[in-house]
């Protein structure tokens, strides 16, 4: 369990604009992911739990230990926290073989269980092989596996991971994702994990918390953030949705609808709750709840005319780019006749559609 | 070389003998002052730098005259030696050894500073995070990571404590077969008109330099193996 309460201030420097960190969280067992563009503080935040930077106040408690108290002016040194840190560019010491990188993690431990702990990490990570090789020998898997396993053999209490996914390819991703997924099962150390990819979230967070400058702005499981997520930013942030500025022209809560104005049309909704006619609000809708036909006369029911700027091919969906910042992805299959057709319509649903 | 004209090694064997002892000193102190220089902020620590690195740009003879000044039989730390070893410092093999630390440490401090700040800090953090202490950190990843420009340094270093002539002349004087060292061996025969002597000194001095500059070349480039072909 860690319990983390922080504020750390930056001033403006010549170069760089003033940053604030002010952020609480909690986690337990499970994968907790710290999401958010370059710049909110999520590297910041792993180097504050680690030791590496000291907050100017607050307090964190990892399991029963404080590591940080500002009030009573506790502050753990980094090698007494017992927090397993991959770097995002691993750090490994390059004048070591693998096995040494391993070595040098355990030291302190009696030295009759030394060798079989290395041993034993060596296997469990498909490294046995490879053990006398320097760093620059290795392929990025093997390198990425290795910082993992030095990060874990001495027992830490918490694992956290600064990017882990980055540089990888497709592959490689998949295969971490299959180590760290072993890793949560096996170790059972809790896991933090600084990401910018909300894919990641998905596959490996148990909890979530949305960082934007410096700040917490959504925390929660990936599912309920992704279905609901609080604001405009956030949203955003996770950049899967269609974000289109409407103006609620009707609501009648009596037939569970609305009607909404988007540029010079019309489109037909739920009930909002809570909100106001004439208000201007942000249309949230994902691509894939939204389908497309060729233009053919006047628009349909909840259809609004779009012309086509791009098509980018996705893996299993293909993705559509109109006018009015819309996106559509769409099976292949269901466009693959329509070639060089400019004009669309594109239809929303009246029962999914939400609104921030 | 005219017959019966002999060549004194003794300034030879004793320069390389000075230059030796000088640079382990050098590289014992240099190192020490060159991490704090990298790793530590403190106030005064360019002014600190600017100290260290004086003895590269003043005249030798102005070192020489505060070393006369600093170490001398009247100073308290001529006194104190005097008092510690039974004689005095000045004028000895020992005081050439101070000459060449002054003249060559200045070197090793500027680019083991260098190599110390060069080194990624993420393999430092990286030590710290899985519980090394300061020291094992400094000699189980800091030195070996900065081994081979430390050593070219250390070469450097060697190569310029055999070359010194002022500060030397200043503190350890020119009594042959006591305190000459090579280069004032070679001013010595240039004067007395033995230029047979000091050319063969200067060929050999001249082939040991390059010598000692090629290795510390070949220290600085090509650390831990090929980077980019992965077997």
Aim: glycine share 8%.
């Amino acid at each position: 369990m860690i319990e983390v309460r922080i504020r750390k201030q930056y001033p403006a420097g010549p170069d760089s604009a003033s940053f604030s960190l002010d952020l609480e969280f909690r986690s337990s067992a499970g994968v907790t992911a710290l999401f958010g563009p370059s710049g909110a503080g999520k590297t910041l935040t792993l180097d504050c739990i680690a030791g590496f930077v000291q907050p100017d106040e607050g307090r964190i408690l990892l399991d029963d230990q404080i590591l940080f108290d500002g009030a009573a002016g506790v502050h753990v040194a980094p090698r007494a926290r017992r927090c397993g840190y991959v770097f995002q560019n691993y750090a490994l010491f390059p004048h070591m073989t693998l096995r040494e990188n391993l070595d040098f993690a355990v030291e302190r431990t009696p030295r009759l269980g030394r060798r079989r702990k290395v041993a034993e990490m060596l296997e469990r990570f498909h490294l046995t092989e490879v053990a006398g090789r320097r760093p620059y020998q290795l392929s990025g898997g093997q390198k990425q596996r290795c910082s993992i396993a030095r990060a874990l053999i001495g027992v830490p209490r918490v694992l956290l991971l600064d990017e882990p996914a980055r540089g990888l390819d497709a592959p490689l991703r998949e295969e971490l994702y299959s180590v760290l997924r072993q890793v949560r099962q096996d170790f059972g150390t809790p896991i933090l994990l600084v990401t910018h990819d909300a894919d990641e979230c998905f596959a490996l967070a148990d909890e979530m918390i949305v960082l934007r400058e410096g700040r917490a702005v959504q925390s929660g499981p990936p599912r309920v953030i992704f279905d609901q997520p609080a604001s405009v930013d956030v949203a955003r942030l996770l950049g899967l949705y269609n974000l289109l500025p409407v103006e609620i022209r009707s609501l009648d809560p009596g037939r569970n609808s609305s009607r909404l104005r988007f540029q010079d049309f019309e489109l037909t909704g739920p009930y909002f709750p809570g909100r106001l006619i004439g208000d201007q609000v942000w249309l949230l809708v994902r691509p894939d709840q939204l389908s497309v036909a060729p233009r053919n006369g006047r628009p349909a029911f909840n259809q609004i005319p779009a012309t086509l700027l791009r098509t980018v091919d996705r893996p299993e969906r293909l993705r559509l780019e109109f006018s009015g910042d819309i996106a559509v992805e769409v099976p292949p299959a269901a466009v693959e006749k329509y070639t060089g057709v400019k004009e669309w319509v594109v239809e929303f649903p009246s029962a999914g559609l939400r609104i921030l | 070389m005219p017959p019966g004209a002999t060549i004194d090694w003794f300034p030879l064997w004793l320069s390389l003998r000075v230059a030796a002892i000088s640079t382990a000193l050098a590289l014992a102190i240099g190192l020490w002052l060159a991490w704090i220089l990298a790793n530590r902020s403190f106030r005064g620590k360019e002014v600190l730098d600017a100290a260290v690195t004086l003895p590269l740009v003043l005249p030798p003879t102005v070192l020489g005259y505060y070393l006369l000044v600093l170490l001398g039989r009247a100073s308290p730390i001529g006194h104190l030696y005097e008092l510690v070893f039974g004689g005095p410092l000045v004028f000895t093999w020992q005081a050439a050894v101070v000459a060449s630390l002054f003249h060559s440490a200045p070197l090793l401090v500027k680019s083991a500073r260098a190599a110390f700040e060069s080194v990624d800090r993420s393999y430092e953090r990286a030590a710290r995070n899985l519980g090394a202490s300061e020291v094992r950190l400094f000699w189980r990843v800091t030195l070996p990571l900065v081994r081979r420009p430390v050593l070219a340094a250390g070469a450097l270093a060697f190569a310029r404590a055999l070359g010194d002539f002022g500060v030397t002349l200043m503190i350890a004087g020119n009594i042959p077969g006591r305190t000459q060292t090579v280069a004032i061996a070679i001013y010595d025969a240039v004067e007395g008109g033995n230029g047979a002597a000091a050319r063969v000194l200067v060929l050999i001095v001249s082939a040991l330099a390059l010598a000692i500059l090629t290795l510390a070349n070949r220290l600085t480039s090509n650390p831990f193996g090929p980077r980019q072909t992965a077997l």
